[in-house]
């Protein structure tokens, strides 16, 4: 069930010591830009508990006013994206916004040419049966690879910081993938939906997946759709933010949410 939020009444903004916003992030913008926008229009401090790629996409849910430590609590609530993989693409990043390196491959006789070895096309039911197995099941998390360029902190710093001097080091993470549906595939291009526990990277199931398959990998798209009840598709474009970000205007839709309506759904 999908449980409507009412709107906050901007006259009513004075009297409020804290309140939620839900946001809809463009691509290729940060996680401060939207930080920014929002504190701008607001006028009042703005915090927010997800470092977001600048490629995605998503749904972010900020706070406006005095910080507290309960709201630290969205964190670990769980997620939804939707996301295409490009298993003919490689980069650095596991996603479109490489650092340094991009190599594409050729797609002939019936599939994929890798270091001048054909590899065959996957079929769904192939991608299917992979997918199926690492699908959590009770206190059975599967430990999947953390992507090198990330802002999951090792040691007190930031592995993209490691990445970006060509120190970083794989090393693997208890995830949690509660169910996924296949969207479309039409190789070398698959789009799917995952349900997925907080702090799962959907850029380490692609790794996983292509190494599994054989193949390459990278996120072409990436969309965060939902977090614990509340969707992506809720905010509308009723109420808009607005803000020059280098040198070009945005626009942020958003919708004034209630924290226990977010945590405790009926």
Known sequence: MI?????IPQNLLVIILIMLVACNKPSWISSFDVVKIIRTHFQDKVGHSWTLDPMASWLMILWVGKWTKQLTELI?????????????????????????KEERFEIKDGGLEINWRVTPIPSIENIKNKLDSIIYQENKEVLLPLPTFSAKKQNWRRLYKDAR???AEIQEKPMKIYNYEIISYDFPYLKVRFSVGSWTYIRSIGYWLGQELNLW?????????????????EIGDRDCAKWNIKWKERCIFYKSVELESIKNPD
């Open 3 to 7: 449980l409507r939020f009412p709107i």
């Open 76 to 100: 670990g609530l769980d997620k939804a994206y939707e996301t295409t993989i490009d298993f003919s693409l490689l980069t650095d990043t596991w996603d479109a916004s490489f650092r340094e």
């Open 165 to 167: 001097k060509g120190k």
């Open 217 to 233: 990998w990278a996120l072409i798209q990436l969309e965060r759709v939902s977090i614990w009840n509340f969707n992506l598709s």
